[in-house]
């Protein structure tokens, strides 16, 4: 990327403070921290570690195109094979598994992106829900998540807290409205430019999803049904394309290696092996390496593990290395018992790759294997230091000091995995447990009853008299 694309800020429209003046950013993130909790609890969440990484690099690529925007941002995947993306309050942008397997070109996904991104940065969600009457706002904020992941598809999953409001009351709630979807398409056009990606990307996306409109029988996509595409919004897209010279920008090796993994996960795990094989065969790939990778996480799926480690041992002598690679060969040697071969492996990786998340989760889970329970316990509550909220780290923690006998510990992390996850009640009987066990050092108890009171509060409690532990948390204090 050339240094000019940081000159200045995209020249956004002055709309003013409205939205604000009703929901501060704060309180905006609030709403979608609670409804990435109700996300989860759906199911619809999809925690793949590889391919939440690359939505999160792909997008933080396009966010750090404009200087000025300063928001917070987390891009995800949803369990969903309709094409779609959605955009929810506090910069939580969620993009289903099918459009990233429809989009024929990493810029085509990045254009779906920075749409998403700029329905934020405009406040378009913020200033909708701010037009509610204050007694409406909890109701939108359980419900926005799902009712925006499940828009249109098949989704069965309504919490019992949508109860009180109906589906279509709150769909009606976040709906954007044309202009917004003009403005979206405008600003997010301007950030996949200054990003340096294929500004066709737009147009070409908006293609696609005309030919699949006119191919598919009652059938249209769920990204047009909620994003309405009208023929001004195609005119404009190609419009602002054909306004600029045309460059041929290849995808990363990133965009095609997860588009080969999620391949891997479709149908049953001998289809997998069987389309990906013949995709090799026939040379109906548009990356070898991910092909052959996209092969070799088919095999694993499979339990066919010698073909997946020969798989892996050609991209290996092709001289290729990528964290995504490292990984999955990590885990088939993992799965496969070759227990002291996998810890080389993984020791080797993470030390070329320490902030790849699908290697630290890994790495825990087979020094748990190996028994080697300190090892784990030590690693996650490391990583922990600098993630502190991350559920799948918490929940290793747990497991490691449960093994290690490390009852107040094991609770503990336990109730911060339910706590991360928005089970609040499992959370706070976890910490209530962790709290009476009380075997470990005082400084574990404090901080053990400080979050069961945190969490007592947020779920309207009473504290309990802790009188008792207080005692035999003062003889610990003591005897140090």
Excluded: C, W
Excluded at 4 to 33: H, K, N, R, Y
Aim: glycine share 6%; aromatic share 8%.
């Amino acid at each position: 990327m050339s240094a000019s694309s940081f000159a200045a800020p995209i020249e956004l429209p002055d709309l003013g403070d409205a939205s604000q003046a009703v929901l501060s950013p704060q309180e905006e993130l609030a709403m979608g921290e609670k409804a990435m909790q109700g996300l989860r609890a759906s199911g619809a969440y999809f925690n793949d570690p590889e391919v939440n990484a690359y939505l999160n690099s792909l997008g933080y690529r396009l966010v750090s195109a404009d200087p000025s925007i300063t928001s917070h941002f987390e891009f995800f995947a949803v369990d969903d094979p309709a094409i779609n993306a959605f955009a929810m309050p506090g910069g939580y942008i969620g993009v289903n598994t099918g459009l990233i397997l429809a989009t024929q070109s990493e810029s085509q996904l990045a254009s779906v992106l920075a749409h998403e991104i700029s329905h934020v940065t405009q406040h378009h969600i913020a200033r909708t829900i701010a037009s509610q009457s204050g007694s409406q706002l909890a109701s939108i904020a359980t419900a926005v998540a799902i009712i925006l992941a499940a828009k249109n598809s098949n989704s069965q999953a309504i919490p019992a807290a949508m109860t009180s409001m109906t589906a279509a009351q709150i769909q009606g709630q976040i709906n954007f409205t044309r202009e917004n979807e003009q403005e979206a398409d405008r600003v997010g056009f301007q950030l996949l430019d200054r990003a340096g990606f294929d500004t066709h990307g737009m147009s070409k996306f908006f293609d696609r999803m005309e030919k699949l409109t006119r191919t598919s029988e009652n059938n249209t996509p769920a990204f047009l049904r909620s994003h309405p595409l009208t023929p001004e919004r195609i005119a404009e897209a190609q419009d602002r394309a054909y306004g600029k010279p045309y460059k041929q920008i290849p995808d990363s090796l990133d965009f095609n290696l997860v588009r080969s993994l999620l391949r891997s996960y479709q149908g049953t795990p001998e289809n997998a092996i069987a389309e990906s094989q013949a995709e090799l065969k026939e040379g109906r790939y548009s990356n070898h390496t991910a092909a052959e990778y996209g092969y070799a996480a088919s095999l694993l799926r499979g339990k066919k593990f010698q073909e997946a480690q020969m798989e892996i041992a050609t991209i290996d002598h092709e001289g290729i290395q990528h964290p995504m690679i490292e990984a999955l060969a990590g885990q088939i040697l993992m799965q496969s018992g070759q227990l002291q071969a996998a810890h080389q492996r993984y020791e080797s990786a993470l030390k070329l790759y320490p902030d790849h998340m699908q290697l630290v989760y890994d790495y825990p889970r087979l020094l748990i294997t190996e028994t080697k329970y300190k090892l784990a316990a030590n690693f996650a509550e490391s990583q922990l230091m600098h993630r502190r909220d991350d559920a799948t780290l918490n929940q290793l923690a747990a497991e490691a000091n449960a093994n290690l006998g490390k009852l107040t510990k094991s609770h503990f992390y336990q109730g911060e995995y339910y706590a991360a996850l928005g089970n609040l009640r499992g959370a706070s009987e976890q910490f209530d447990l962790a709290v009476r066990i009380n075997d470990g050092s005082f400084q574990d108890l404090l901080v053990a009853e400080n979050r069961l009171k945190e969490l007592r509060s947020q779920l309207h409690e009473p504290s309990q008299n802790n009188g008792s532990r207080r005692n035999k948390s003062q003889q610990s204090l003591d005897g140090f």
